[in-house]
């Protein structure tokens, strides 16, 4: 049995990916008689036609390696039958450049919009399998995305630095964790690294409450805060606004971002002297955790089977701590927000961290 396979890493990176290549190169080439096409940055690649037939060497050495082996980029899924100045058809070219290579199948690692694309080619009759990677973990129908515990012990470590010196300063420190939809990584590094405040975009945040908080702590003796912004928390009032209002709004009021909006607010509000800390693509840098090695890995070899097994139009997910897929066409278009009956949620509310609300 040959197998011809594509493979292309879209969106943004994380830690990961390149374990997860190397897990279906591997349990690929062990099984079957393989052959594989990397296809360069993305869906990008498979547009322009930027691909190689990679050796089984290339695969080596690249376990514990951060970033793609195969680069990636930010291709929006709502362009993708938006044909634009260039007159290209983006989906003519890849179904195009998929029968060039003469592809049996199609792997895509990559997040949200990355799976909305591999469900259209799919529908559009391509042999597709999509594997979850993210830092946000925000991929619907699956418990956990690669990337996402890396990027948690990443902003953990921040969050634990940070602490020291709020402590000796006896400041308010307002620390930004990625996460634009999602409030996953700010709830989990924000418990493990002993946040006292806590606020998500899934639950919007009322400042005064939050300045509440802060004076509360100053009276029980603690003189210094530490908070744990997502990136894309919003307060009550902005919630209440249409998307496009909330922008324009932020444009008037020379928004820079949500820490450092809340760092100011909080040091007229308290009278507490406060620092934003943003450590951005910080947390998507650098080598998987051990924990992420092994998920990307099994996530990896579970798409090979799905190759060996011909099962298309899937995508890869941890279900109650099995490894098993979904189809494509049941998870594209979904987002895994944190609900507010998440253990983790009410597990902070018992801890008495503050959510904002
Ligand atoms: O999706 C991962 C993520 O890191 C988000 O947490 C963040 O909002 C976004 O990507 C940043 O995107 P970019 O790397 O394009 O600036």
Redesign the pocket.
Known sequence: MKRRIGILTS??D?PGLNACIRGVARASYSQFDAEIIGIQDGYAGLINGDYKEMKESDFSGILTLGGTILGTR?TPFRNMRVIGEDQVDKVKEMKKNYKKMKLDCLITLG?NGTHKTANLLSEEGLNVIGLPK???NDIWGTDVTFGFHTAVDIATDVIDRIHTTAASHGRCMVIEI???KAGW?TLYSGIAGGADVILLPEIPYDPSIVAKAIERRAENGKDFSIIAVA??AMTINEAKMKKKERAAFRAETNFSGIANRLAAELQNMVGVEARAVVPG?V??GGTPSAYDRMLSTVFGVHAARLIKEERYGQAVAMIGNTVGHNPLSEIAGKTKFVPENAQAVLAARKMGISLGD
């Open positions: 969106g943004g994380c930010r997040g993210t830092i946000d990625m996460g634009n990584l990136e894309g693509h947390q998507r």
